[in-house]
């Protein structure tokens, strides 16, 4: 369940789904939201939420309004990254089909129609 954690916590963390990452990661990334069952998917998110919800124990007197704040902020980003691997869920052809042209222009020499 780490492994999971911390994958789930990277890719929600983002701004974009394998950003900053060399082809093979980013592939990988890819790979790994698509190849989610919308349970999984569920839960992981349902993780971070969990986390997110867990700081407003650390909410303190002189720094009430600050980490609210930051809370809301969170929270935000979640929803946005949710909606991203929703988006993911729903037109994973159109994310792979680029990615596996790209790969297949870079490595690969088709032969030429007869």
């Known amino acids: ?13 983002q701004t974009q789904v394998g950003k900053g990452k060399t082809l093979n ?6 790979n790994y939201i698509v190849g989610m069952d919308e349970k999984r998917l569920k839960d992981l998110v349902d993780i971070k939420v969990a986390e997110v919800l867990a700081c407003r124990h650390d909410i303190s007197n002189g720094t009430y309004q600050k980490q609210l704040i930051d809370l809301s902020q969170k929270l935000d980003i979640i929803n946005q990254r949710l ?13 792979i089909v680029p990615v596996v042209q790209l790969i297949n ?9 007869r």
């Open 105 to 113: 222009n870079q490595y690969y020499t088709f032969p030429k129609k």
């Open 25 to 30: 990661q980013q592939i990988g990334v890819v």
């Open 83 to 95: 909606e991203e691997l929703e988006r993911i869920q729903t037109d994973k052809v159109e994310i």
């Open 1 to 13: 369940m780490t492994n999971n954690k911390l994958v789930a916590s990277s890719l929600i963390n």
